[in-house]
């Protein structure tokens, strides 16, 4: 089974960078398709970005606005998330995941076309 795990979280100020991290055990996270969602208090889980296990194909979610940058590192087995000009209303638990079937790509941003999840990292974005 896939086990995952978000790191690089944390608190920063608006305007600030941060990048998340989503390294894969188990199996090897090279042969899957990573999605990064996210879930503030009170709301829905949202996704953000996905990629597929080649990396050559990237979605990204309207609110993004080009900020965030999706990409993986497949000798690392490790995904990643670079967040640029945050803002207050990023502030959430973000949260990777990958879906059950290996080499699978659907570009969605539907929690229910995925499996695997990671137990979330918190960002907070505050000055």
């Known amino acids: 089974q896939l086990q995952l795990v978000e790191s690089g979280g944390g608190l920063v100020q608006p305007g600030g960078s941060l990048r998340l991290s989503c390294t894969g055990s188990g199996y090897s996270l090279r042969y899957y398709a990573v999605a990064w969602f996210r879930q503030a208090p009170g709301k829905e889980r949202e996704g953000i970005s996905c990629?597929?296990?080649?990396?050559?194909?990237?979605k990204y979610a309207d609110f993004v606005q080009g900020r965030f940058t999706i990409s993986r590192d497949n000798t690392k087995n490790t995904a990643y998330l670079q967040m640029n000009s945050l803002k207050s209303e990023d502030t959430a638990v973000y949260y990777c995941a990958a879906p059950r079937t290996p080499l699978y790509y659907s570009g969605s941003f539907r929690t229910t076309d995925y499996e695997y999840w990671g137990q979330g990292a918190q960002v907070t974005v505050s000055s």
């Open positions: 990629i597929g296990a080649r990396e050559n194909r990237t």
